[in-house]
């Protein structure tokens, strides 16, 4: 049982370089999210989406963009990047509603904005 | 704005002692979850909290939901070293999207 699967553990980019966060699921699952954790702030929504073909920003879009091709990947990615995007990225798949509703998280990746 | 605070952000007592941590907002959510964290891993659910009042038990935890359905606290009786982690709360804002609240770290010393 791989799970959520987040590539690569870790990633030091100069402050204009792109790059891709990957995340795969084999769960099946239609939803999916991106968060990233700072000291003191708890996890905040990056963008999410219910479905394959289907995505939608969350509280701190600016600067990622994010698609949903297959049910299976959600891969976000940095256009441009910048001191302020070091943090600790996590992405989610989750099936359920209320009580039954049920997120599972990758191991998350380190990244540094030099 | 943090639509969810935790209080307190930092506790560390003595194995055997009992704790409580808080998770307050001015809005109303249609589940609230708690979660625990260790170290270079991510958030692992503990338990959902659904209907006004309720209380659920897990071994030592106690999770309960406020009336209103806007706060919701967790106990530890007889604190384990095992318990040392980060533990967060995160409130149901619909189609999946959480709101975090900025976690509390514990630490339980032997």
């Known amino acids: 049982n791989a799970g959520v699967t987040q590539t690569p553990k870790f990633q030091v980019l100069k402050t204009g370089q792109s790059m891709t966060l990957q995340c795969a699921q084999d769960m099946n699952h239609e939803y999916m999210s991106w968060y990233r954790q700072d000291p003191g702030m708890g996890l905040r929504l990056i963008h999410y989406s219910v479905g394959a073909g289907i995505t939608d920003q969350g509280e701190v879009p600016n600067g990622y963009n994010v698609s949903r091709s297959t049910t299976e990947d959600f891969p976000l990615r940095l256009l441009s990047a910048a001191p302020s995007q070091t943090s600790v990225y996590f992405c989610?798949?989750?099936?359920?509603?209320?009580?039954?509703?049920?997120?599972?998280f990758g191991s998350g990746t380190q990244l540094s904005v030099l | 704005t943090q639509l969810l605070e935790q209080s307190p952000q930092f506790l560390s007592i003595q194995e055997g002692e009992n704790l409580t941590v808080y998770c307050n907002s001015s809005s109303v959510f249609s589940s609230l979850q708690w979660y625990r964290q260790e170290p270079g891993e991510g958030p692992v659910l503990l338990v959902t909290?659904?209907?006004?009042?309720e209380v659920k038990k897990l071994k030592r935890l106690t999770f309960q939901f406020g009336d209103a359905r806007k706060d919701s606290s967790l106990h530890i009786t007889a604190a384990q070293p095992g318990d040392t982690g980060l533990y967060l709360c995160a409130g149901n804002q619909g189609a999946q999207k959480l709101v975090f609240g900025q976690g509390t770290r514990l630490t339980i010393n032997p």
């Open positions: 989610a798949s989750s099936y359920g509603q209320g009580a039954n509703e049920k997120l599972f």
């Open positions: 909290v659904v209907t006004g009042g």
